[in-house]
């Protein structure tokens, strides 16, 4: 189990840019699928972005290209640079681990580990 914190959220202009961190406590972080979701008002909760174990490449569901996920194993950091924000970003983003994809991709609490998610919100 990971205990994961999300950072970086906020109040951002359309057309903007953002970057979310996450950091882990664990040890097992590593060996951890890694993603974000997020979750607008109504919305179910979706799945933005992720890596696996040892690969740097980020895969992104969505095919949204003004998101990329980075990994830093040694900092045990996930981060979520979004750019050219829309209104529609609008959401609480979650960062969650799971120590497969199968668990990462249910996308519920309680399958894997999830941060408390940070708010973003675009708005002019």
């Known amino acids: 189990q990971l205990h994961l914190v999300e950072s970086g959220g906020g109040l951002v202009q359309p057309g903007g840019s953002l970057t979310l961190s996450c950091t882990a406590e664990g040890n097992v972080f590593s060996s951890y699928y890694m993603g974000w979701y997020r979750q607008g008002p109504g919305n179910q909760r979706e799945l933005v972005a992720y890596?696996?174990?040892?690969?740097?490449?980020n895969y992104k569901p969505s095919r949204k290209d003004r998101f990329t996920m980075s990994r830093d194993n040694a900092k045990k950091m996930v981060s979520l640079q979004i750019d050219n924000l829309v209104p529609e970003d609008t959401a609480v983003y979650y960062c969650t681990g799971a120590p497969t994809f199968a668990t990462l991709k249910v996308g519920q609490t309680g399958y894997g580990s999830w941060g408390r998610g940070t708010q973003v919100t675009v708005s002019s």
């Open positions: 890596t696996a174990p040892g690969d740097r490449t």
